[in-house]
Structure formats: C-alpha cells, structure tokens
C-alpha cells in the first residue's frame, strides 16, 4: 500500500529532493513551501495523482490550517512528516545581530515546527507514523554568529525527544536528522543573497548534496516499524571540529 508524506520546505535543497525521492519510491507526497511557482513546477512534472503541493508561509497558523483542511482525501492519511523548512539568517555575533532575523529563525524554525507537528499528530498515531525533524549540528556544537539559529535546532532536536517520551506507546517514531555543511540555497539565504559567500563556503569542501540528506530521510523513514533512530548527526568528511576559543587581556 502507497503511503504519504507531507515534507515542508519542498521548494528547495533537502525538501525538492526529498519529494523526488519519495516519489521515485512510489509515495503519495504533500510538499509544501512558500514559493508557489516552484511547487507548480514539480506538478507539472509528476501530476498531480500522487503529488499535492500546498503553497503556503508556514509563520501563519491560518495559511497552515487553512493548507491542511484542503489536503485532498486521497492525501489525508499522513504516515510521516517532514518538519524541514527553516533558515538560518545572518552571522553576526549576538551583540550585533537584528532582532527581526532572530524572530524570523524562532517563528519559522521553531514555532511553525510546533504547530504543523500538533496540528498533524493524531493522524499520526492513528497511523503509527513517523515524524522526521531537521535540525543541524549548529544545534549540537556552538560557533560564532550560530546563537539563535544554533538555539532553534538545539530545540528541534530536545523537542524531538520530547515528543518520543509522550508518544511512548503509540508506535510513533521521532528522529531528529542532525546534518552539517549541505549544498542548498542556505549560505544564500542566510547571506541574503550573497552569491560569492555561498560558493566560496562550497568550493572545495565536497559539502554533503541535497540528495544525500534525502536519501538519509528516506533511509530513516523505510526503517522497521519497531526500530527507530532518536538523533543522527552527519557531516561531510571535510568537516570537522575546532578547538575552543580563548581571548587574553592584552596584558
Ligand atoms: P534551502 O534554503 O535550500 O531550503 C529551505 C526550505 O525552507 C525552502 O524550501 C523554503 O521554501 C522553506 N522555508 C523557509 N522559510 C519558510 C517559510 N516561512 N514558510 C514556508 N517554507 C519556508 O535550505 P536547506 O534545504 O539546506 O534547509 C532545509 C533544512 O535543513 C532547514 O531547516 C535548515 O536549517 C536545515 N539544515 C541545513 C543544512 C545545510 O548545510 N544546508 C545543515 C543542517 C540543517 P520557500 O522559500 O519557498 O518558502
Ligand atoms: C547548517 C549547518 O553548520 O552551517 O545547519 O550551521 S551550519
């Protein structure tokens, strides 16, 4: 039997290759995003029998519920959802950093992420689905300039455990996917749109594909009905950790 997934940030690196994958393996996939044009693409190239895209921000709960009551019927059982759409802005350090870019990680990263999880978790147990959290290894290792996006996935990743403790029993599966350095539109988005920024973080680093965190999703969401992977934490090869900083008075 086909099952459905509903992935959010579909418009874009991990989430457009997701959908990809998971149609490729014969699911029902809901992708949603904000920018409409791309979400029509991907109907136009899969149709629309086992593709429903919803374009909506997902920082309005009305847009969000207003998406999910017109999910087609043959959409509405979700098995798994993909909590992915999020963004990190800017690099400056705390003290120089703009409050509106703060609110928009924590509303987007976190509070929109809250909301869809609630408004989607009875049919999830229903189910005994799965919920698979993008969260980030900014979430797990500090670095100057992460403070508020490293803070949204820190949540991600403690809500994700969180919702496993309640949800024991019901057979439903929560991992948070822990990524590091991924080429997307991410450096673009967080430079706001600084070309030369984002590829001279890439070049020559061989950063993890968009394609290879999908198939990570995929890999999570086909496991065993009875196993599941609380966090998993990637990286390219390329990257790894530095040591502490330390600062000494000039003396
Ligand atoms: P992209 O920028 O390529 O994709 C981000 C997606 O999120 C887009 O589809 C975008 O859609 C969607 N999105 C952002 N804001 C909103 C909004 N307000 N409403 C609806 N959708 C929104 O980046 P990635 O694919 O790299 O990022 C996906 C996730 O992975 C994010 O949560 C990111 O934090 C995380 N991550 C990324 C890593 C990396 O190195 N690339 C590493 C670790 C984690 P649209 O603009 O159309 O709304
Ligand atoms: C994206 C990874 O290290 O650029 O979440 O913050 S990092």
Known sequence: MSRTILITGATSGFGAAAVERFLADGWRVVATGRRAERLQQLVERHGETRLHAAAFDIRDADAMQAALDAIPDAFRGIDVLVNN?????????????????????????VTALVALTHALLPSLIERRGAIINISSIAGVYPYPGGNVYGGTKAFVSQFSLGLRSDLHGTGVRVTAIEPGMAET???????????????????????????DIAGVIHYVATLPPHLNI???ELMPVSQSFAGFQVHRDPG
């Open 85 to 109: 759409a999020g963004l990190a802005l800017g690099t400056a350090p705390a003290q120089r950093a703009d409050l509106a870019q703060w609110r928009q990680m924590i509303d987007t990263n």
């Open 185 to 211: 539109e991410f450096t673009l988005v967080r430079t706001g749109g600084d070309r030369a920024a984002s590829d001279t973080l890439y070049t020559g680093a061989q950063p993890m594909t968009a394609e």
């Open 230 to 232: 609380n966090r998993l």
